[in-house]
């Protein structure tokens, strides 16, 4: 569940990136809509999309007319077209503006059409048992490693679904990570940061666009034996991306001092070590859990923190 729930997330980060497209005409707000919103649904044709700049998936729709273009891009179109591509805050024209930029591609023939050319379809004889054509994926390295150590294309790379469509529009993340947080473990971005920051928007559900997490803001500290600073283990950062069900009560009991937490247990990947270290900030990391500094001195003031 754990890992479902990051998969869709890193997934939705991803792809939310645009794939350039070419510039077509002078439609500047549409192509900024599509290229922000749209994109991530309508270049590869997820979910049965009709996908940019082919004339043959837009063809039908283009003949109903502008009007009920707008309306199903504006109201949404059961069962995966969500209102707006999901971005209600978008303003009705400037839906419509990206309408128009993707129905000018269409019209375009696709010929001018973003990424790499899907492979020719097969003509004729049985289209409908031919394998749906699919745009090259690109190969990158997950773990940002050198370009020589490249991992297959994420359809090969045993991890994604090669029957996903989204596997295929994967963009390597030096190019999408570009600009985020640093930080010096892990993938090198600070996650926290990135997110408190508002520079990434991971979706909370994969299908409900409009949900949210709950945030409880919860600081346990537990104490730590010896010179190690005690462990302050915040709920907030945990459950802006986390839901209760996913540590509770499987990995802890929710009970203050109920667990028994060692070193030992996380690096062997339980407790804490069921994320860090693998879709968390590593156990290398010490002082961002080991963070409260112990009294040394007696203190005056018993409530001071
Ligand atoms: C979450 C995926 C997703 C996103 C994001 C998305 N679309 Fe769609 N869109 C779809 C799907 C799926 C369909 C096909 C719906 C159907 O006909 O069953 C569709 C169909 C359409 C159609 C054709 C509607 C019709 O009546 O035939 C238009 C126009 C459209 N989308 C515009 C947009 C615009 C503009 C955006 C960005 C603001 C956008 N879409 C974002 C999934 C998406
Ligand atoms: C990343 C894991 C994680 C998530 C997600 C999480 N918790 Fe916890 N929770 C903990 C840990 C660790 C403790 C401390 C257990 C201990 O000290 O033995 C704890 C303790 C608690 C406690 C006990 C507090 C006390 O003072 O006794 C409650 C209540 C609780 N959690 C509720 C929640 C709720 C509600 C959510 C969702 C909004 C949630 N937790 C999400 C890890 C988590
Ligand atoms: C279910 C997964 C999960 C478990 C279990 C978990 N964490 Fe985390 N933790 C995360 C994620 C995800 C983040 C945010 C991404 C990141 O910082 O890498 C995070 C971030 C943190 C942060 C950073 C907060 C900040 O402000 O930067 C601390 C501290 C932390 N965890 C401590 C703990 C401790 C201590 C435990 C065990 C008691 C624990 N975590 C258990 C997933 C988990
Ligand atoms: C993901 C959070 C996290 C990170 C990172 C982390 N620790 Fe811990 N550490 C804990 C927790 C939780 C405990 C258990 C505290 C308790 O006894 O309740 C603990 C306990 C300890 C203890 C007490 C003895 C024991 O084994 O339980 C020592 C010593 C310690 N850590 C050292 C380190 C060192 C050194 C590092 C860096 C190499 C480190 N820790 C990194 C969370 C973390």
Redesign the pocket.
């Known amino acids: 569940m754990i890992t479902q729930h990051f998969s869709t997330l890193v997934a939705g980060l991803l792809v939310a990136a645009a794939i350039p497209g070419q510039a077509l005409a002078q439609n500047d707000t549409g192509k900024a809509?599509?290229d922000k919103?749209?994109v991530?649904?309508?270049s590869a044709g997820?979910?049965?999309?009709?996908k940019f700049g082919d004339a043959k998936d837009w063809a039908a729709?283009i003949k109903?007319g502008m009007d009920?273009?707008?309306?199903?891009?504006i109201k949404g179109?059961?069962?995966?077209?969500?209102a707006?591509?999901?971005?209600t805050d978008?303003s009705d024209a400037d839906?419509k503006a990206?309408?128009d930029y993707?129905?000018a591609a269409a019209k375009n023939g696709g010929s001018s059409a973003a990424a790499p050319a899907p492979a020719a379809a097969p003509a004729a004889a049985a289209p409908e048992a031919a394998p749906k054509p699919r745009p090259a994926a690109l190969s990158f390295n997950r773990l940002l490693k050198p370009a020589s150590k490249r991992n297959p294309p994420p359809p090969e790379d045993g991890i994604h679904d090669p029957d996903n469509d989204g596997s295929y529009a994967l963009q390597p993340p030096l190019s999408v990570f570009e600009g985020l947080p640093r930080s010096n473990a892990g993938n090198r971005i600070n996650w926290v940061k990135a997110l408190d920051s508002n520079q990434i928007a991971p979706r909370w559900d994969r299908t409900d666009p409009t949900a949210a997490p709950v945030v409880m803001d919860l600081n346990i500290v537990r104490e730590v034996k010896g010179s190690m600073p005690d462990v302050v283990y915040p709920h907030k950062q945990h459950t802006a991306w986390l839901d209760c069900s996913n540590c509770h009560p499987q990995i802890f009991i929710p009970q203050k001092g109920a667990n028994q937490i060692s070193m030992a247990a996380i690096l062997l990947g339980q407790k804490c070590g069921v994320c860090h270290g693998k879709v968390a900030f590593p156990v290398s990391e010490c002082r961002i859990c080991h963070s409260k500094k112990k009294d040394v001195m007696p203190v005056k003031n018993a409530n001071a923190q």
């Open positions: 809509v599509y919103v749209c991530a649904c309508h997820i979910a049965g999309a009709p729709r109903a009920t273009l707008y309306e199903s891009a179109k059961a069962p995966a077209m969500p707006k591509g999901g971005a978008v839906i990206a309408v993707m129905v």
